[in-house]
DNA sequence: AATATTGTTGCATAAACTGGCAAAAAGTGG
DNA sequence: CCACTTTTTGCCAGTTTATGCAACAATATT
């Protein structure tokens, strides 16, 4: 059996059944269960499952048990939230994907913000609700049980509709040559007619993502008009993005 | 088992049950009451849970110093949601409204059932996420914020466009002859819509509202199929329902 | 206060993980 | 086809994790 066509099996196993052990699939495929575990370890860190001690968890039975995560990387979320919450002005509609980074500057808009919210990702949505003054409004569709957001055509259809003044965009992946990348498809698609559909798009990216790829092609940098990080904007390791033509804060 | 799935497990009870005892965790997984106090104490590090002698507590029934009345109303919402629950069958496409009680149904959801959930009400979504099994389609338009549900032509027109197998209103109010009526405008509108949208409507009301009336109209008896309350189904005060064609559960 | 239940600590054991190594298999480039 | 590298896999020794057990301390209950 061929490497790829076992982690294919491995996962559907997963989002099968929500978990498998190491030993019941060393049993079944026939190998040993050192592979499994680089096999599991592999998928991983592609982010496909969760690995945990004996086996592994899919990502929607995990995350109704996790729902915050690390806390290693937060404090440079909050910087980049904090960065991002000063672009926003009174009155504004604004476009937000996803993601933890989106989370923090969900919870740092300051109170007396008065502006529209437009957005698909549950949990970003409840954090705008608890704003005294922000309106909110709820991108319909079917829900993507792993990243949390509404996805497929009603909800690109509905972005197509709006003109907002501002998208935020939190990444996965940004690469000065090759753009914004993602590891999932559906994902990518909204997040593309949210860059259509906004007059100006800011990317917030923790440093280390600044230069790594995913496999799925979001937009080139040119479409970008913002890059966050928690980097101060003179950053060498930004400089890139500076040259070209990139805003960096 | 793996460790996380028993965690998990044991936070699903707690949310459920508002309690849990060590004891009786222990039988239920089979695992000694060392290796359930070790979860419990984990759990509750993470702040998940609130440690108590003999078992744990849930946040929310721990956090507010809740009044009496509440947790009354409270088991009687169970018994609601619980009857609901053994009315939804494998594959059924299933339309539901806002409300306390319907979030009390969203929690008690079989864990191997199949269904899709249609909804506007960000709470009832997000429980609905907790599932395993259950498909999720956000109704999408502005948020109402004090009622935290999707309301406006765009949402009343995607219900439109949907055929249910079972709908669940929460109401505000039901009477014999009046029928069903609330008091927000807006919600009233897509009420209006599930129930011309769906196959059979079921009501879910506690007793004590099953004679008041709300100033806006929602629809005359006739248009409901099954009434649900904390009642048994014979009981004296809901005779007048059974008279008038009603099923009561 | 007496008794029963629950917690704590330390220890033992088995299962799972780690990193390194080596052999086999597959791929590379003349 | 032949050397050579890379990938894949299994195995091993040492380490970590998960779990149960037992003895004793702390806390409820009557």
Redesign the pocket.
């Known amino acids: 059996?061929?490497?790829?066509e076992?982690q294919a099996y491995i996962l559907r196993q997963v989002n099968l059944h929500n978990k498998v052990?190491?030993?019941s699939l060393s049993n079944e495929i026939?190998?040993?269960?050192?592979?499994?575990?680089?096999?599991?370890?592999e998928l991983a860190e592609d982010g496909r499952i969760i690995?945990?001690?004996?086996?592994a968890l899919s990502h929607s039975f995990h995350d109704l048990y996790n729902p915050l995560g690390n806390i290693y990387l937060h404090d440079h979320k909050k910087i980049i939230a904090a960065k991002a919450a000063s672009l926003i002005e009174d009155g504004m509609y604004v476009l937000t994907s996803g993601g933890t980074t989106i989370l923090e500057l969900a919870r740092m808009l300051p109170p007396d913000l008065k502006a529209t919210f437009v957005s698909g990702s549950l949990p970003a949505i409840v954090e705008y609700l608890q704003h005294p003054n922000i309106e909110v409004i709820v991108i319909g569709d079917k829900i993507s049980k792993n990243s949390r957001i509404t996805v497929g055509g009603e909800a690109i259809a509905k972005i197509g509709h709006i003109r907002a003044d501002l998208c935020f965009l939190g990444v996965d992946a940004i690469h000065v040559q090759h753009g914004v990348s993602d590891s999932d498809w559906d994902v990518v698609q909204l997040k593309k007619a949210m860059i259509e559909s906004s007059q100006k798009v800011v990317c917030l990216s923790i440093a280390e993502k600044t230069s790594t790829i995913k496999p799925v092609h979001v937009c080139p940098v040119g479409s970008i008009h913002t890059l966050i990080t928690e980097l101060p904007p003179g950053d060498p390791a930004l400089q890139h993005y500076t040259n070209a033509g990139i805003e960096v804060l």
Chains 1, 2 share one sequence.
């Open positions: 059996m061929l490497k790829k076992r052990l190491s030993s026939n190998v040993s269960e050192d592979t499994i575990r680089r096999d599991l370890h690995k945990v001690h004996g086996g």
